[in-house]
């Protein structure tokens, strides 16, 4: 069952289940909780997991025109804050990636560790701005098209064939998610900073999980990224695309577990 929060005058929707240490879910673009089903049924027999709707996606409302990873990390710690929560493990998936290492930068006091699950520290490329404002209008002129697609080519695509399942339940996740929130989400990922400073400073473990046939993120660019992690976990994928913990979820559960021990 989805709990909610008032933050800014609209809700923050999450779920909450489990008991122990705190670990947080952060979703991808187009995502929301649902999409953390088997990482949060792995996780909740020992740690307490809470996986939350950013804004504009799944059960959370809109904040404007542009939703920044400031903004994202803020609702974010609405929650925590709601639940009197101090400390945790984020776990964050692409834009929610983005968004932990906005949290990081914001409120690094709450943390025990980040995982970046094909996810990057730093900002969009002049070339990737330029995607993201094509891809604007590509959802004001159809919305379930571009989702449809856009999904697919999360999913490395020597896996497409064998995922169909995978691939349906991620798009349906993608197919609710209003178009005000995908656009706004667009905005607030070209504007990102870089936060690869935050790599090398802090003390607590960073995981970063790439995958080798990423068509998102160059695998060698994060493998290049990850040499600057004080605290590094390595999780390295060579069958997989954009979504490692659908396209080999008992690798990834493994993996993050071991991950969590360490961070607690």
Not at 150 to 170: D, G, H, P, V, W
Request: proline residues 2%; glycine residues 8%.
């Amino acid at each position: 069952m989805l709990k909610k929060c008032i933050y800014k005058g609209s809700e923050v929707a999450f779920s909450d289940q489990g008991k122990g240490r705190v670990v947080v879910l952060l979703h991808g673009y187009l995502g929301s909780h649902l999409i953390w089903k088997e990482t949060i049924d792995n996780l909740k027999k020992n740690y307490r997991v809470i996986a939350i709707d950013l804004p504009g996606h799944g059960g959370t409302g809109n904040f404007g025109y542009a939703h920044s990873m400031n903004l994202m990390a803020s609702a974010v710690k609405s929650v925590l804050d709601q639940l009197r929560l101090k400390k945790c493990v984020i776990i964050g998936h692409s834009m929610g990636g983005y968004a932990a290492l906005a949290f990081a930068d914001l409120f690094p006091d709450y943390l025990k560790g980040i995982c970046l699950y094909h996810s990057s520290a730093y900002a969009d490329s002049e070339e990737k701005k330029t995607d993201r404002l094509r891809a604007v209008e590509l959802v004001k002129k159809s919305r379930t098209v571009y989702t449809k697609a856009t999904i697919k080519n999360l999913f490395a695509s020597k896996n497409l064939k064998y995922l169909k399942k995978e691939i349906a339940f991620a798009t349906a996740i993608a197919k609710s998610t209003k178009k005000e929130g995908i656009v706004a989400a667009l905005l607030g990922m070209k504007d990102r900073p870089n936060r690869d400073i935050i790599l090398g400073l802090v003390n607590y473990p960073i995981m970063m999980v790439i995958g080798e046939h990423d068509n998102v993120l160059n695998h060698n660019m994060l493998l290049e990224q990850s040499r600057l992690v004080k605290n590094l976990h390595l999780l390295y994928l060579e069958h997989d695309g954009h979504f490692g913990f659908l396209e080999s979820p008992i690798q990834s559960n493994k993996a993050l577990r071991k991950f969590l021990r360490q961070c607690f």
